[in-house]
């Protein structure tokens, strides 16, 4: 059975402007691959209700899961919110259950719960709450789309408590051979053993060092004695 | 005049899997930044060509200046420049003056300029060779589409080529206000002040430091007067 696929929507730009180097997408990599599911594509789209409505169509349609990061703040550049709502065609206000969480929040800290923090509990009528253990404002899941904020330890919190909620796959097995010659060197034998082993992903990732060239050879699948099978192939070839 | 508009390709399963952290589009953001050209959207792609044809014809049409990065070597998962070829509709083959670059550089070296290798001078007809001072091996441009390596030594390289050739913008000037507040308290009075300067992109990064909330306000924009002014006005709100 091959491996359930999921596919990230970026919103921030931040990120496009090269202010803030993106540490999301990595760490919700890593953690989708443990658990053995695929992560296809990524889109960093700007703060823009057009862009992001119809990234997040295109990625929902084409994904059996969607994680979004960046725009479910209190500040007038927070619209994540409303475009999946406008995405999914439902409406949205702010919702009893979120508005609770919040107000016992800032009740606890005699801070005004006041309406840019509202825009917090905006929730998609039909969607469900994401908790957010490290700042309270909670993040969301409507369809197969998981909405987290952008902040690393908020969205690696609310990444903890979602992915055991998805449908997991074959662990992914990945194993990596460093080969002391140039990729040009092992390109041919390495594309005959590609194509002995069709389930594998086998990829090259050339490297320079002290000026003299190399590569990692990374083979990735699900069954471990063909991952085994192709590994010992290519020791042999280029050990 | 609006600045003109940037998109990125990022082709590789070693990003998507969690293996490598993406840099290329870190150093691209702030390299499109100092010369005016606004990057608006990123994807990020398996070693697919479906994905990669369809994801090229989105972005080629959507923005004046598309640039790709990863699977231009001479391994079988470098598919770029076919999928290139494929998505202009135009023919590829070895091209003579890539081979020729490549040939007298194996030759220097006293290695075999083999199939594989030959691999790495397939361009699309029509396209033009993007020079690579560090690995020889050429990228290339066809249409509004410039197509990198991923190593980030070489992408470094040819990004510096490849800028002044691009038409700039007036330089995106940006500047930054530390709030000791949390997002919640200063949204109200930000969102008017976004409001009074609709020219202007102004966002709310928040962060926690030793327990305490903040937040970096991030006014960019072309015009220098009015970047000044609206700093003036939130140095005066929330100073």
Redesign the interface.
């Known amino acids: 059975m091959p491996n359930p696929t999921a596919a990230m929507l970026v919103i921030g ?10 540490a999301n ?2 760490h ?6 443990k658990v053995g599911i ?11 209700r057009d ?1 992001i409505v119809s990234a997040l169509n295109a990625l929902r349609a084409g994904h059996d899961t969607v994680i979004t990061s960046g725009g479910i ?5 927070d619209i994540t919110a409303d475009c999946i709502a406008e995405a999914f065609g439902v409406h949205i206000d702010v919702r009893d259950d979120a508005a609770a969480l919040l107000q016992a929040h800032y009740d606890r800290r005699g ?1 005004e719960f ?4 509202k ?2 509990a905006r929730i998609p009528d039909g969607a469900t709450l994401i908790e957010n253990p490290v ?1 309270i404002a909670p993040g969301f899941t409507i369809g197969n789309v998981h909405v987290m904020a952008g ?1 690393p ?1 908020v969205f690696q919190a609310m990444v903890a408590s979602v992915i055991p909620t998805l449908t997991g796959g074959a662990p ?1 097995l ?1 194993q990596t051979l460093r080969v002391d010659r ?7 034998p ?2 005959q053993i ?2 002995d082993f069709p389930d594998l ?8 060092q002290n000026g003299a060239y190399g590569s990692n050879i ?1 083979v ?1 699948g699900s069954d471990g004695a063909q991952v085994d099978h192709a590994m010992a192939r290519l020791a042999e070839l280029f050990s």
Not at 13 to 22: C, N, Q, V
């Open positions: 730009d931040e990120i496009l402007s090269g202010r803030t180097r993106d997408m990595h919700l990599a890593q953690e989708l691959t695929n992560l296809r594509e990524v889109r960093i789209v700007s703060d823009d862009a703040g209190p500040t007038h550049d801070m006041n309406d840019a923090r825009r917090m700042s902040v330890s992914i990945s140039g990729e040009g060197d092992i390109a041919g390495l594309s590609a194509a992903s086998i990829g090259s990732y050339p490297f320079q990374v990735r």
